[in-house]
């Protein structure tokens, strides 16, 4: 029997990188999964894989009409939503503060913060009513901390947000049976890190006490304990997984 057997989960960003390996530990441990990301291919390509436990919705998380599509079709597909992993984000330009342009500041903020505060809201409801679940959202080390060269001011506040608001909803909703928890990754081998660190984890690598960069597996094992009755009393709180790269 799977650690999520059982229970129904949405993942967003699930076409690639990190969204991709925790569905597809999601499904080996039981889960029915509702996989959302923007790039309709690949989605479609990966819940054809993942078979008949798995499903694609095409969905922007800045869209609150695309989130109550997404509960919608997974609620008639799989029955009430226990899982959700906000998972979907975008760095944004590598910029200095004086450099950086308000539109794209506006653009980061409405995938990371308002992605993750529309996904709450849009799926709480499907939780209180099916008695309760548990909320993993992404953050990073960058809202634990700030992270210089590596990131910009609406990445930062973005991921300090998500942090914040995990921990108001986790007060709030307890009560319903709702756990939410944030998770703050370091460098992953994801391809939107390659493409940031213009990398594979070389030099990167020279920051992280463990000595390398993490596999995205490595993230989602804390994700399915998050996710898990494991974790039946594991609320409010920070899981960072980084290596020790903060830890300084």
């Not at 992993?85 to 004086?98: D, E, M």
Request: negative net charge; glycine residues 12%; hydrophobic residues 50%.
């Amino acid at each position: 029997m799977g650690r999520l057997s059982g229970k129904v989960a949405v993942i967003t960003g699930a076409a690639q990188g990190m969204g991709e390996a925790h569905a597809r530990l999601f499904i080996r441990n039981g889960a029915s999964v509702i996989l959302t990301d923007i790039n309709r291919a690949a989605g479609e390509k990966l819940a054809c894989e993942l078979g008949d436990s798995a499903m694609f919705v095409a969905h922007d998380v800045a869209s609150a009409a695309d989130w109550a599509k997404v509960v919608d079709i997974g609620e008639g597909r799989f029955g009430k939503i226990t899982i959700l992993v906000n998972n979907a984000g975008v760095i944004g330009p590598v910029k200095r503060l004086l450099d950086f342009d308000e539109e794209d500041f506006l653009k980061v903020c409405a995938i990371n913060q308002l992605g993750v505060f529309l996904g709450m809201k849009a799926v709480l409801p499907s939780m209180i009513e099916g008695g309760g679940g548990s909320i993993v959202n992404i953050s990073s080390i960058a809202g634990m901390l700030g992270t210089r060269e590596s990131s910009n001011a609406a990445y930062c506040a973005s991921k300090w947000a998500v942090r914040g608001m995990t921990k108001l909803i986790a007060a709030q909703h307890g009560k319903d049976g709702i756990r939410v928890n944030s998770v703050h990754p370091g460098y992953i081998l994801t391809p939107m890190m390659i493409a940031a660190t213009d990398e594979h984890g070389g030099g990167a690598a020279a920051a992280i006490p463990l000595g390398r960069m993490a596999q995205p597996e490595e993230v989602s094992n804390v994700v399915l304990f998050l996710a898990s009755d494991e974790a039946s009393f594991v609320s409010g709180a920070e899981h960072v997984v980084d290596g020790a790269m903060i830890a300084g």
